[in-house]
């Protein structure tokens, strides 16, 4: 046990935590800014504002920094925002297709960085449109299972013109058209209260699995790219069991 010490490993890991959450709440205020500069800063009339602020809220992010990344999208403001959103697709290991959506203040530079990224964790970034026809594009709808039975909500889902809904034992994961997202959530918001998340995601219309090193490597590449400053999301196509995850996480 010669130079372990306890209460360094508890600093390093406490440390470890708070650069990760400090990044997390960097993101959510970054996407709360770039909705409220492309719409009106009310959530109420701005549904991409809205939803990244429940977003915001599930993930603790503090009021006041909430207040100011929608006061830094307004016209004149001294940190005002210049974010543009991108989109890179490319390949992880084992063929895995990838699609990471970006809010570059410098493309050039997120797109060197993305591909250093892939290129040292078995992937490859490829042309737009190389990997987006293997997924669809749904918004995403999210309630606690306490709502609702899984029949009812399944009766509000199709009233509101919903398209499906994936009832587990803690949520009620509610799909739609991108058009007709904003209705089906405020039909649903009014009937059964603010949904825990809301928004546009990248389906996979089939899903690989990816097992042993593979998935190690994968998982390697996926919390590099979360780790990216300008990285807001990752989708994937692939299938990798508990096990290989739990392991990815003790190492």
Request: hydrophobic share 40%.
């Amino acid at each position: 046990m010669a130079g372990h010490s306890h209460a360094k490993n508890v600093m390093h890991q406490k440390a470890k935590s708070e650069a990760k959450r400090s990044k997390i709440f960097g993101k959510l205020a970054r996407e709360i800014a770039v909705a409220a500069k492309q719409g009106m800063p009310d959530p109420a009339h701005n549904p991409r504002l809205r939803a990244a602020i429940i977003e915001a809220r599930k993930n603790n992010l503090p009021r006041d920094r909430i207040d100011r990344a929608i006061k830094s999208a307004q016209p004149g403001a001294a940190d005002g925002v210049n974010y543009d959103e991108v989109r890179y697709e490319g390949y992880g290991p084992a063929g895995i297709a990838l699609i990471v959506e970006a809010l570059s203040d410098n493309r050039n530079r997120t797109a060197a960085e993305l591909r250093t990224i892939f290129s040292k964790n078995g992937g490859v970034m490829g042309e737009s449109g190389s990997v987006a026809f293997m997924f669809s594009r749904v918004g995403e709808i999210v309630f606690p299972v306490k709502v609702a039975s899984a029949d009812a909500m399944l009766e509000a889902v199709i009233e509101a013109g919903g398209e499906n809904v994936d009832s587990t034992d803690t949520a009620h994961i509610v799909t739609c058209s991108v058009e007709d997202f904003g209705a089906v959530r405020n039909a649903l918001e009014e009937k059964f209260g603010e949904p825990e998340g809301a928004k546009l995601v990248w389906y996979p219309n089939m899903q690989t699995a990816v097992e042993g090193d593979n998935a190690q490597q994968l998982l390697k590449l996926l919390d590099v790219l979360d780790d990216n400053d300008d990285v807001q999301t990752v989708f994937g196509n692939y299938d990798i069991s508990i096990a290989d995850m739990d392991k990815f996480d003790a190492a």
